[in-house]
């Protein structure tokens, strides 16, 4: 019988690691291998970026808010913009192809072919909605580890075109089939998508009435459409984006604080140093010297 693992509603969201993950427009995704070890107990983490991973060896036991599954070698798992999560291997070590994938990489133009899939979809639904592969899509989810594999340890110029391909075949692959709960009105996304491209595209703040005529809808369809797709108001999701990027910023260089609160649209320093120990624990200045970890 596996060990019990707390779910998270148990656990001080301050006990969750806050990550931060160097991408940008030229690196929008990261694809690694990683081994979850049987004697490390239960890590509680949560990040801006959108992570997806399948587990290749042994089992894992993936944790959300009020919410547990064990994943074995096959399946896959989800985690959405600044969604909790905590994760155990269960009985050995367990082994796993990771991908940390900025969340306008998946909001761009598809090709007419795609049918209006919308990619972000799986992220954003609760974690019990989130699709599940057949037998087949686990076979399939682990042949396309495998090449993950091989093109992450490739030094090809063309290995993040690879990678990204290897992405969109893994995520359709568990979209075949899945239906994604009615609450969730995705047959808006195309016109969400352009409010999430405005937040995207413009580094200060976005209020929701812009953000609202940007989609096409009124204010009030379009609060209760974005909850829906994203998990999250439009507020909480302007701000984390802006959050991110204040991150970002700090990471890269030496520019004021002072610099980096107005260029991300916060009010002044105290503002950014309010929102950034929110989000990340620490302020500004401590992120700046010692990072996320």
């Not at 148990?10 to 694809?31: C, E, G, K, N, Y």
């Not at 959405?80 to 269960?90: D, F, K, R, S, T």
């Not at 490739?154 to 899945?178: F, K, V, Y």
């Not at 703040?205 to 369809?221: C, I, T």
Request: with cysteine; hydrophobic share 45%; net charge positive.
């Amino acid at each position: 019988m596996a060990a019990r693992v707390p779910r998270i509603d148990s656990i001080p969201l301050d006990s969750a690691t806050r990550h931060a993950f160097d991408l940008s427009a030229r690196q929008p995704m990261i694809v690694f291998p990683t081994v979850v070890p049987a004697r490390g107990g239960t890590r509680f983490d949560m990040h801006y970026e959108l992570e997806f991973g399948i587990v290749t060896r042994g089992r894992m036991r993936r944790i959300y808010r009020g919410h547990e599954i064990d994943l074995g070698p096959g399946e896959a798992w989800m985690c959405g913009i600044w969604e909790p999560h905590g994760y155990a291997a269960l009985g050995g070590d367990c082994g796993a192809m990771v991908a940390v994938i900025a969340p306008a990489a998946l909001t761009g133009p598809d090709p007419v072919e795609a049918g209006g899939v919308n990619w972000l979809a799986p992220f954003a639904v609760q974690p019990e909605h989130r699709p599940r592969p057949d037998p087949d899509g686990r076979e399939r989810l682990l042949d396309i580890a495998r090449r993950m594999d091989a093109r992450a340890r490739d030094d090809s110029p063309r290995r993040p075109l690879w990678l990204r391909l290897l992405l969109s075949e893994a995520l359709l692959t568990l979209h075949d089939g899945w239906v994604a709960p009615p609450a969730a009105d995705i047959a808006a996304h195309r016109d969400l998508q352009r409010a999430v491209r405005l937040v995207f595209d413009r580094r200060g703040d976005v209020r929701a009435d812009e953000a609202a005529a940007a989609a096409g809808m009124g204010r009030a369809r379009f609060d209760r459409a974005f909850a829906a797709l994203m998990g999250l108001s439009f507020a909480q999701f302007a701000l984390r984006h802006r959050i991110g990027g204040a991150a970002a910023q700090l990471r890269a260089g030496d520019d004021p604080i002072k610099s980096v609160a107005r260029r991300w649209g916060f009010t002044d320093p105290s503002h950014l140093r309010r929102c950034f120990i929110q989000h990340y624990g620490r302020s500004p200045a401590v992120y700046r010297q010692r990072g996320a970890g």
